[in-house]
């Protein structure tokens, strides 16, 4: 796969509006370029896909200092910590720390693919339909033990994910189908983009417009004389951007568990040895080890197949439609060489961009804020529309926007993503478990 | 010679049809970036050059788009999809025809294509025939015609072999590479792909006549049942058009896929299909042929 940096260069783009736009980000992106990236070729998809999200992680931590939003649910640390800061005064050192951290990320990232790549193309040959199994048995496991706020969280949306995942053509033989009672426009099955649009999207954006900045502080110019870094801070980010790594690699754990995880671990580390610059070490682990966990957390996808994060869905349905094989028969030296110069490219411009020039986004995201919500509203449902029209599933689209729409309004204060989750995930899940009662000869 | 034959005869289509400018609404039944989709892409190409005027309608799946050609009213509506298999498949369970326009005048071409038995590279092929195996074998046919292949395979190598079932070609090769499967029989654009590759060896097709490098299976495992020498057949339909249109279209696309030098054939050659040069009259046998052994697999 060679470079392509025109697609480098739009997925970055992609990556600064989506890593700013509160709570809903990159899955967002992902859909509105929906019309735009299935007219690509599954190299370039790829590029602008993995440098959107490498570079939103960089962008995320814009509006969560400015304005205490959180950009990407991982950016939560960088709203305690990086407002706080920002608060006292010291937004640009918040700025640069957060922008320091997720650059280390992205070199030690690069660096552990260098140091461990040949391993991983090894390792791939042995991921087959029993160690699937054990994986999506223990996503399924993590995910359900997830703290919830009631039992309907709980026990409901995992089974109302698990049922809505069923209907369509049967995951391990594509000649038979399920849940479909003799309607032939639901073989394709729910589709997820309506699914997730109208179940969570437009809810959340009906908050978020409700809600729009309350608290901010005075955004200055970028200078290079109030930033600082100590050393041992450098050594901090190495860790974290290492723990990061493996950690995201766990399927099912999220960026945000990785980011507040090592905000937590840093806290006490703070504490137990009584280290200076309390808020800025916060900030620098939780920074790094999202920034690394960023393109981890996309090995899953990469090696099994399986979607781990809502714009991975988007991502797994569009190359899945254009008959790409994911694991050992399309992850290779060449795959490898192309994550390592997007991992270059884009840890040097989300560098420039969340740092130097982090304040112009942030003047720029403060004057559109107000439109941004609705406009964005707007363009989902169409794209979703048109993506209905496309496949010739109008109807179908149409009919899932409407009703769960209506269902995530009034499941607006839940934690409607467990629903999505288990969609994403269910496919994955039955057709490895049967494919393994077939291999024991037990169906 | 032949080769030639067939150059001098698709140079004078493209002359004939060149100066009709003819319209025609193909359906591309197959998934966005799916293999029917690639070749439609190629034979538009084709198409165009040969003076036609070619209106490219998505199609969404190989169902869907065959969905939407049976519902079409317009002048001229072309498809291409394996119609004798889908609707074999639709008659058993007792719903509608996917693809309702079966006449002679219909049928404008055909591809057919084969499936190979593949093994993980390094492993030897000719000990899955050995007598008293407990293996696993990878099918992709659907449960009822899954299980048909594995039985006879059971009796004829006296075994007790295992059917794993799976969605894709590609996951089949994924299965071997991994270690799931021992054996598997999978379409031969990709036991060609992966054979290249250096992960799988194929030896052995479905294919009677050998045809791509590879032996036939069914003299190999010495039994005449029909499963061992089953084609896919593809089909290219069209409808609403007079008989001179028919006749002509014919023609021109006969020839297009079989010119190794149209853009086409050069697809054709690529996915390891075998282009027909059948009348119309023998495109309908053939749609019979194949449409009456799937029913029987189906059974």
């Keep these: 796969m060679e470079l392509d940096y025109t697609f480098i260069v739009i997925g970055s783009l992609a990556g600064v509006i989506g890593g700013m736009m509160p709570g809903v980000g990159m899955t967002l992106m992902m859909i509105s370029a929906y019309p735009l990236l299935v007219s690509l070729e599954v190299e370039q998809i790829f590029q602008l896909y993995i440098s959107a999200i490498l570079v939103s992680q960089f962008a995320g931590s814009i509006v969560a200092t400015y304005f205490a939003i959180p950009g990407e649910m991982s950016s939560v640390p960088a709203i305690i910590e990086g407002h706080g800061m920002a608060k006292q005064g010291k937004a640009n050192q918040a700025i640069f720390i957060s922008a320091f951290g997720s650059f280390v990320g992205g070199i030690v990232t690069l660096l552990i693919l260098l140091l461990f790549g040949g391993l991983l193309l090894k390792a791939f040959l042995h991921f087959n339909t029993v160690f699937n199994v054990f994986l999506v048995s223990l996503v399924f496991v993590f995910l359900f033990l997830l703290p919830t706020k009631n039992k309907m969280e709980k026990f409901l949306f995992p089974l109302a994910g698990f049922v809505l995942g069923l209907i369509g053509t049967t995951p391990h033989d594509n000649h038979n189908s399920w849940l479909t009672f003799g309607v032939r426009d639901l073989e394709a099955g729910i589709p997820l983009m309506g699914l997730m649009i109208g179940l969570y999207s437009l809810p959340l954006l009906t908050i978020l417009h409700k809600n729009r900045i309350k608290e901010t502080i005075k955004i200055t110019a970028f200078k290079f004389n109030q930033i600082s870094i100590k050393l041992y801070q450098f050594g901090l980010s190495i860790f974290y951007a290492v723990y990061g790594f493996f950690l995201a690699f766990v399927p099912g754990v999220g960026l945000d568990v990785v980011s507040n995880t090592a905000h937590k671990m840093q806290e006490a580390v703070n504490k137990k040895f009584k280290l200076p610059d309390r808020m800025e070490n916060n900030l620098l682990a939780a920074e790094t080890a999202n920034n690394s966990g960023a393109l981890s957390i996309m090995l899953p996808l990469l090696a099994f197949g399986l979607p781990t994060n809502t714009s991975q869905a988007i991502l797994n349905n569009i190359l899945t439609d254009k008959n790409y094989l994911f694991g050992v028969l399309s992850f290779n030296q060449s795959f490898i060489d192309m994550l390592l110069g997007i991992v270059v490219i884009t840890s040097f411009l989300g560098f420039l961009l969340a740092g130097p020039l982090a304040s112009l986004l942030g003047l720029f995201f403060r004057k559109t804020e107000k439109f941004i919500y609705v406009a964005l509203g707007i363009v989902l449902v169409l794209v979703t529309l048109y993506t209905g029209h496309n496949s010739l599933n109008l109807p179908v689209y149409l009919l899932t926007l409407l009703i769960t729409f209506i269902i995530g309004m009034y499941l607006r204060n839940y934690n409607v993503l467990r629903i999505i989750y288990f969609f994403m995930v269910t496919p994955f899940f039955v057709e490895n478990w049967l494919r393994l009662a077939f291999m024991l000869d037990i169906l | ?299």
């Design chain 2, 1 to 299: 010679m032949k080769i030639n034959i067939l150059l001098i005869m698709f140079a004078f289509m493209l002359s004939v049809s060149a100066s009709a400018g003819e319209k025609i609404t193909m359906i591309l039944a197959g998934s966005p970036g799916g293999t029917f989709n690639a070749f439609n892409a190629e034979l538009i190409k084709d198409l165009e050059k040969a003076g036609y005027e070619v209106d490219a309608q998505p199609g969404g799946s190989m169902i869907k788009g065959g969905q939407i050609y049976s519902g079409l009213n317009k002048e001229n509506v072309f498809v291409f999809l394996p119609s004798s298999q889908l609707n074999a498949e639709d008659d058993f369970v007792d719903r509608e025809h996917t693809v309702n326009t079966t006449e002679k005048h219909n049928f404008m071409f055909g591809v057919v294509n084969y499936k190979s038995l593949c093994v993980k590279s390094g492993t030897d092929l000719n000990t899955v025939f050995n007598t008293g195996n407990l293996l696993k074998i990878g099918m992709n046919e659907g449960e009822r015609i899954n299980d048909k292949y594995v039985e006879r395979w059971n009796k004829v190598t006296k075994s007790k072999n295992i059917m794993v079932p799976y969605n894709s070609s590609g996951k089949q090769i994924k299965g071997l590479v991994t270690g799931d499967i021992d054996v598997t029989l999978v379409n031969e654009a990709k036991a060609l792909r992966f054979s290249k590759e250096g992960l799988v060896t194929c030896n052995y097709t479905t294919n009677p006549n050998s045809g791509n490098g590879f032996d036939p299976l069914a003299s190999k495992i010495n039994d005449s049942w029909f499963g061992w020498k089953y084609e896919y057949l593809l089909l290219g339909h069209l409808k609403n058009s007079d008989t001179e249109f028919s006749k002509r279209f014919h023609k021109v696309v006969t020839a297009i896929i079989n010119d190794p030098t149209s853009n086409a054939g050069k697809k054709i050659a690529k996915n390891g299909w075998f282009a027909q040069d059948l009348s119309q009259k023998d495109l309908k046998k053939k749609y019979k042929k194949v449409y009456k052994a799937t029913s029987k697999l189906l059974k």
